[in-house]
């Protein structure tokens, strides 16, 4: 992945909705009450995509982290390509 095409955390995907750089918000099958607070619905409020990933531990081990319960996607293509695999899933 290339600098600035995701933001991994609920804390930094909150920050990179509420400056509306978000094209797609990944929250790991298992997100607390609380993710879903912060993150999910304010992506929902600004119509960003939503998809529901695998649990925080292997979301985070996909890109290289601990667990994880929310990606931000800024890269549209990316974004194009994540949504273009979870369909075939």
């Known amino acids: 992945m290339r600098a600035g095409t995701v933001v991994v955390g609920t804390s930094g995907a909150r920050e990179a909705l509420q400056r509306g750089r978000v094209t797609l918000v990944v929250l790991a099958g298992d997100y607390a009450r609380r993710t879903d ?3 999910g ?8 995509p939503v998809l529901m990933g695998p649990p925080a531990s292997e979301l985070g081990r996909r890109i290289g982290r601990t667990a994880v319960q929310a990606v931000a996607v800024q890269d549209p293509r990316l974004a194009a390509g994540i949504r273009a695999l979870k369909n075939v899933e």
């Open 37 to 39: 607070e912060k993150v």
């Open 41 to 48: 619905r304010l992506a929902r409020a600004r119509r960003v």
